[in-house]
């Protein structure tokens, strides 16, 4: 089978976990129907044991979007029984299911919130790993901070659970902590340290707390993992998860650099993250790379002569493959004459002479001096000489 980097998609579990994130059932389904649509190969559906309403969520899900040919439907566990156990009849309904389990790896956690040790951790993973496998032949493992623990003992575990049937080892950089060299460096060591680690998936799940959950994620990659864990619009605990449409279109747009792809459909991009937003009212920042508003927008006079002589003089993606009619020529104070007389034109106005467009230009940079951006109705007016109602 062609190598691919699956997408795990936790919208609807970390992504939900976020503050104001949270959704009722029926909007999880919306949004899990839209996943499908966009092609992610697992989503990570809830996690049942937090709540009835929790569990309802998932089995839904499991019922209505785990079809054959759709995705993996997972859902998380601590590593106990209970958990697992819900985790396991939430899923039931779907025809490709998945147990995530975890339990922390870090000294602090250990001490401070698990108060055990690492030996006893160790073999809680190990055996709820094998539990887990006696229900579900697709088993996931998450040593929970990883990238703060001590490497040897992360291997030591992840070695425990493979040997136990797990299917899937994730590395959660859960407080967003690394740096993509370091994350690099932990993911290349469970190959070297880990026997059975090549039989396996390796998976990424990066948190963004100082900005780099979506760099690491592809330093991840990079190290040999095959499966990106992230949301869309990088929802998620405190500064939240990677981002889905950054990691996705970061493969897709420099394919030959990373050697490897995802199989989602880009042209859906655009429409999970208006949905998304939309559900949680929360606004995309209009920066925000791939699905903000100014992503595939240019104001400036230069940028805008060069994109419309060849879009690639400005452009690295084209909007169409995200799910857009096409980029936006913003016209502002920063804008030249040719983006103005290739609008007008497309509006239907054509000029005589060029000193009848010169003063329409002088027009518009005076008018552009007051509003921030000028728009059809001002262009009307502008180009047929009419008098213009401006902001005082
Ligand atoms: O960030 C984290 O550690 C998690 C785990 C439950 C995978 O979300
Ligand atoms: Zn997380």
């Known amino acids: 089978m062609e190598d691919h980097v699956r997408i795990f998609d936790t919208t609807l579990r970390d992504g939900e976990q976020a503050p104001g994130c949270t959704m009722t059932l029926e909007e999880k389904l919306e949004v899990a129907r839209q996943l499908a649509r966009l092609g992610v190969d697992i989503i990570e559906a809830g996690f049942p044991a937090a709540s009835p309403g929790d569990w309802a969520a998932v089995h839904e899900i499991a019922k209505t979007v785990g079809t054959p040919d759709g995705p993996i439907i997972a859902a998380l566990a601590r590593a106990n029984k209970d958990d697992i156990d819900k985790a396991w009849s939430a899923i039931q309904p779907a025809a490709k299911k998945r147990i995530h389990t975890f339990i922390s790896s870090s000294d602090i956690h250990i001490e401070h ?20 496998r006696s229900l579900c032949d697709d088993v996931e493992f998450s040593p ?3 990238t703060r623990s001590d490497p040897e003992y992360v291997y030591r575990m992840l070695a425990a659970v493979v040997a136990e ?29 880990v026997p059975g680690a090549d039989k396996v998936i390796i998976s990424t799940h990066c948190h963004d707390d100082l900005g780099m959950a979506v760099a690491n994620s592809l330093a991840g990659v990079r190290a040999g993992a095959r499966q990106i864990e992230c949301t869309i619009n990088g929802i998620g605990e405190r500064a939240g998860n990677a981002s889905l449409e950054e990691v996705v279109m970061a493969l897709k747009t420099r394919r030959s650099f990373f050697g490897v792809d995802t199989r989602i ?25 791939i699905v903000g508003a100014n992503a595939f927008a240019h104001e400036s006079g230069i940028h805008q002569d060069g994109v419309l002589k060849h879009r690639m003089t400005y452009e690295i993606m084209d909007a169409t493959t995200i799910g857009l009619d096409g980029n936006a020529i913003v016209l502002g104070k920063h804008s030249g004459r040719n983006a103005l007389r290739t609008k007008l ?48």
């Open 113 to 132: 919130q698990l108060r055990s040790t690492r030996e006893e951790v160790l073999e809680r993973a190990r055996l709820m790993v094998r539990y887990a």
């Open 165 to 193: 049937g797990a299917t899937t080892l994730n590395i959660p950089d859960t407080v967003g902590y690394a740096t993509p060299e370091e994350y690099a460096e932990l993911i290349a060591g469970i190959y070297r340290h």
């Open 144 to 146: 929970m901070d990883a």
């Open 265 to 289: 459909n880009t042209r859906e991009l655009a429409r999970s993250s208006r949905l998304l937003s939309t559900i949680i009212g929360m606004p995309v920042p209009p920066n925000k790379a």
């Open 345 to 392: 034109a497309a509006m239907g106005y054509e000029f005589d002479s060029e000193e009848e467009f010169n003063q329409v230009f002088q027009r518009f940079k005076e008018l552009c001096d007051k509003k921030k951006v000028v728009d059809d109705r001002d262009l009307e007016v502008l180009a047929t000489g009419g008098s213009l109602h401006t902001p005082e």
